[in-house]
């Protein structure tokens, strides 16, 4: 594995207690993590294991109580909230899993939106070619409503990898989908990684999904119960044997 010095993800001592009056309840009881740049990993663990207070906090999205977040080298986790806001234009690309698309805005319209918002050329020819990688040639001018889910999904993956950010942070992404779409789903989302050649974070509590994976994170209690690297062609070549 890369030293941390490579590291594209790079956590330290990451905690998160949440209060409520005189109450207060640890979600992370101190997280180490690097991850190096175009690692796949994929975090696991029960509900209430604290998989997505780690993947919003790597995101920016909340604070931590301590504990320090670093994206591609940059401290975030106390930035303000407009340098926060760039971290995430830039560096990271998010797939949620209830899709996030705006619903007056056509699948073209949405994949744009973050280059719209962060970039001074034209996108248009990015954004159809990432719609027509993942299969909707014909539904660029659809709105969210005449959408499948599964086609929504894919939109939201398009969107992701727009601005070619380095990291794509993932929270359940076929968690609203039945399986044989969510295998689709999942697939193009690895097809985009792989061509794109970003780091790709996604937690889940599927084993199918985590298969995939170069490495697998399993959470329990706030804290890292297994931290193991796995090689999927090899165990593919073995299952196939």
Aim: aromatic share 4%; with cysteine; net charge negative.
């Amino acid at each position: 594995m890369s030293s941390e010095n490579h590291a594209i993800i790079a956590v330290r001592g990451l905690k998160k207690t949440l209060r409520s009056g005189s109450t207060s309840l640890e979600i992370l009881k101190g997280i180490d993590l690097s991850i190096p740049a175009r690692q796949f990993v994929v975090i696991m663990g029960a509900s209430g294991s604290g998989k997505s207070t780690l993947l919003g906090l790597l995101a920016g999205l909340d604070a931590p109580t301590s504990g320090t977040v670093a994206i591609d080298g940059e401290e975030i986790s106390y930035l303000s909230e407009d340098a926060l806001a760039q971290i995430r234009a830039t560096k990271l690309g998010f797939v949620f899993q209830s899709y996030q698309l705006i619903p007056t805005l056509t699948a073209l319209e949405n994949v744009l939106l973050p280059h719209e918002l962060h970039a001074a050329d034209d996108g248009k020819s990015r954004a159809q070619e990432l719609l027509a990688s993942v299969g909707l040639e014909e539904r660029m001018h659809h709105y969210p409503v005449q959408l499948s889910g599964g086609e929504q999904q894919r939109v939201a993956l398009a969107r992701a990898f727009m601005l070619r950010p380095p990291v794509i942070l993932a929270d359940e992404p076929t968690g609203n989908l039945d399986s044989a779409t969510g295998a689709r789903v999942m697939e193009l989302l690895l097809e985009l990684n792989r061509r794109e050649g970003t780091t790709l974070v996604l937690v889940t509590h599927d084993a199918s999904l985590a298969a995939h994976a170069e490495r697998k994170i399993l959470l329990r209690d706030g804290r890292i119960e297994a931290d193991e690297l796995c090689w999927p062609d090899e165990q593919d070549a073995k299952a196939g044997a």
